[in-house]
């Protein structure tokens, strides 16, 4: 079976740095697009990065700038590098992948379980 687990969540203070990982594993062939959405209490999921497997980026308004998504095929892994974050990125972080497992012409959606990330000082 397909799975992906996250990494690297935790309490972070405003102005500080953290990096969120996560690894998929299974029999894939492959993976298209890549992300991270987050989700805060009260309010509803949200995309907050994506990356194309030709590395092409797309990120929510409230964090361009602030932060990074990046990818290593090799290791099938996803990162998100979170610099200055604030109050408001607190959230359950989510990552998402498509993939292409034995019938490689078919990709298909995994989810992650969630990892916490606070933000406070």
């Known amino acids: 079976q397909v799975q992906l687990v996250e990494s690297g969540g935790g309490l972070v203070q405003p102005g500080g740095s953290l990096r969120l990982s996560c690894t998929a594993s299974?029999?894939?062939?492959?993976?298209?697009?890549m992300g991270w959405y987050r989700q805060a209490p009260g309010k509803e999921r949200e995309l907050v990065a994506s990356?194309?497997?030709?590395?092409?980026?797309k990120y929510d308004d409230s964090v361009k700038g602030r932060f990074t998504i990046l990818r290593d095929d090799a290791k099938k892994m996803v990162y998100l590098q979170m610099n200055s974050p604030e109050p408001e990125d607190t959230a359950v972080y989510y990552c998402?992948?498509?993939?292409?497992?034995?019938?490689?012409?078919?990709?298909?959606?995994?989810w992650g379980q969630g990892t916490q990330v606070a933000v406070s000082s």
């Open positions: 998402i992948a498509e993939i292409r497992g034995c019938f490689y012409r078919f990709a298909q959606i995994y």
């Open positions: 990356i194309k497997s030709d590395g092409n980026t």
């Open positions: 299974g029999r894939i062939f492959s993976i298209d697009e």
